[in-house]
């Protein structure tokens, strides 16, 4: 009995941990502000602070040296994975600026020199004003992307009905994250311990543009299951792709891979109100 005890009592005390870390647990940022250092990539483009000449108040990165005659494909915001920050994913840039789009790197609240809290409800507040934002100045169609917890933001911001948004990328998505932190920490209450929800399902239920899931085969950190599952529970038009073998960071980012191509001109085909603009050089192949 005095086993039983001293287990039950170490039990609820990684329990009271877990609940009190689980920002710790979920977020891990950069918070280092923009600087001449990085904001230039040992490869890739240059990045400018965005909005422009604010860089006590920025929202994110877009290129330093934007082609001069970007097509009007329109933009796309992008909203990153939990760790390091917004600069780290300077590989959208490339891809979809030679593809036609504006890029907008954004940049969470308490990322990347940002002041403000971690958190669901500041991130996916904060997306869609950077959004509104970003469609004022570079103009649409607005169409948004996020990557693992960026996916959750993305969706967040795709659930505003005010916000024009086009079409949507999730890639290696979960379907919400309660079910998510349940099924990585089985030992734990997690379903109940969590705050952010990022309930992706719910949020997309009603948003009636298409949208393209991007599954890792081999996804270590977000089982491919969850994915498939958010896929399966979307409303039309939406479309799945798989990343063969690929990992939770190690699916394609090179701005050559087919599926930069596929998924925008697939977004386009179904958007409402569909882009006349030069198709994209790379439709062959898919990402399986």
């Known amino acids: 009995m005095r086993l039983l005890m001293i287990l039950f009592t170490g039990y609820i005390i990684i329990v009271a941990i877990s609940a009190l870390a689980q920002n710790r647990m979920l977020y891990f940022p950069d918070t280092a502000p923009p600087s001449p250092g990085n904001l230039r990539p040992a ?13 006590s ?12 005659d970007l097509p009007s494909r329109g933009t796309v915001v992008v909203f990153h994975g939990n760790a390091g920050s917004a600069r780290d994913r300077h590989y959208y840039i490339t891809a979809l600026e030679s ?11 308490g990322y990347g020199g940002r002041d403000g809290k971690l958190g669901e409800a500041p991130f996916v507040a904060d997306g869609r004003e950077t959004a509104r934002l970003a469609l004022a100045e570079f103009g649409g169609p607005l169409w948004v992307w996020g990557e693992s917890l960026g996916a959750g933001v993305a969706a967040g911001v795709a659930a505003d ?9 999730l890639i290696t998505p979960w379907h919400n994250l309660p079910d998510l ?28 543009g298409p949208v393209a899931v991007l599954i890792a085969e081999n996804d270590e950190i977000i089982p491919p299951e969850h994915g498939r599952r958010l896929y399966e529970a979307l409303p039309e038009p939406r479309r ?8 939770h960071n ?6 050559s891979a087919p599926w930069w191509g596929e998924v925008s001109d697939w977004l386009e085909e179904k958007s409402a109100h569909p882009i006349t603009c030069a198709p994209s050089s790379s439709r062959t192949g898919s990402a399986r």
């Open 43 to 55: 490869y890739g483009p240059a990045l400018a602070v965005w909005p422009i000449a604010e860089v």
């Open 57 to 68: 108040s920025h929202r994110g990165y877009v290129s330093a040296e934007p082609a001069a």
């Open 99 to 109: 593809r036609g789009y504006r890029a907008l790197l954004a940049e969470y609240p």
């Open 161 to 169: 009905e005010t916000l024009p948004v086009e079409g949507v990328v």
């Open 181 to 208: 932190a349940q099924a990585l920490y089985w030992f734990l209450p997690a379903r109940h311990l969590i705050r952010d929800k990022y309930d992706n399902q719910e949020n997309l239920k009603k948003y009636p």
């Open 240 to 247: 799945q792709w798989i990343f063969s073998s690929a990992g």
């Open 250 to 255: 190690s699916w394609p980012i090179e701005p």
